[in-house]
């Protein structure tokens, strides 16, 4: 499993996801961890994500791109990272999205152990999911 990482390390109230990086690589060995930049972004299907967001009180895990408001747009410097799911989506090149949100002025104790339990439930779901045999007819 590959989770991007996203923050930008010189702002304090958007770095949490980068300054939890080494923990999280501590505790998930068999996830490769990526710190991305989300205006040079490689799709490829599926998408799942850390990043900081405003207006949410707890850790959360967003699926479904259509929650991201969408502002005016002047020029292509203006566009953001939910416009840029929403343009990829559109453009076929991403399927399957799943963003573990960490809100602004979380404390790094409490967003750690809400992200490492976000990331062991999509485990789980990713696993079952290909413990599971689909597209099969029986007969």
Do not use: W
């Not at 602004?104 to 696993?127: H, Q, V």
Request: net charge positive; aromatic share 6%; hydrophobic share 40%.
């Amino acid at each position: 499993m590959r989770v991007l990482v996203f923050g930008n390390p010189l702002l304090k109230h958007d770095s949490l996801p980068l300054r939890l990086l080494p923990k999280l690589r501590r505790r998930f060995s068999n996830i490769e961890f990526v710190e991305a930049d989300p205006t040079d972004i490689e799709f490829d299907g599926e998408l799942l994500a850390i990043d900081t967001v405003k207006g949410i009180k707890d850790v959360r895990i967003i699926d479904d791109i259509d929650v991201f408001k969408m502002g005016r747009i002047h020029s292509m410097h203006e566009l953001d990272f939910g416009q840029t799911l929403k343009l990829a989506l559109a453009a076929g090149l991403l399927k399957k999205v799943k963003i573990i949100c960490v809100p602004y002025g979380s404390s790094e104790d409490k967003a750690l152990r809400a992200i490492e339990k976000a990331l062991i439930s999509i485990e789980r779901a990713e696993s079952a999911r290909r413990r599971t045999c689909t597209g099969h007819r029986r007969g």
